[in-house]
């Protein structure tokens, strides 16, 4: 059973910076695709950014320059550094795991940003 737990949400003010957590129950292998989601009150959910074999990432527009998605295989970690922080980042986010065909998400942790 793969559990992902996130964990560093929180209340910031715009221009801020946060860094979730994200702990995996399974041992993360480098063809692992981790990931960030989020979802805003009302809105669909949307990738927020990717991490594939250790080093190669992908971001969405809107976090471009201020996100930064990193993992540590060793300890089952990945995390995403947000500095900059927008009111339009206050979101649920969420942690996924993706190995092969099978994709699982973490219970997700609330970011709020007031402007």
């Known amino acids: 059973q793969v559990q992902l737990v996130e964990s560093g949400g929180g209340l910031v003010q715009a221009g801020g910076s946060l860094r979730l957590s994200c702990a995996a129950s399974?041992?993360?292998?480098?063809?692992?695709?981790m990931g960030w989601y989020r979802q805003a009150p009302g809105k669909q959910r949307e990738l927020v950014a990717t991490?594939?074999?250790?080093?190669?990432?992908n971001y969405a527009d809107s976090v471009k320059g201020r996100f930064t998605v990193s993992r540590d295989n060793g300890k089952n970690m990945v995390y995403l550094q947000m500095n900059s922080l927008k009111p339009e980042d206050t979101a649920v986010y969420y942690c996924?795991?993706?190995?092969?065909?099978?994709?699982?998400w973490g219970q997700g942790t609330q970011v709020t940003v007031s402007s």
């Open positions: 991490i594939t074999t250790g080093t190669t990432t």
């Open positions: 996924t795991l993706s190995r092969g065909n099978l994709h699982y």
């Open positions: 399974v041992i993360i292998f480098n063809f692992d695709t």
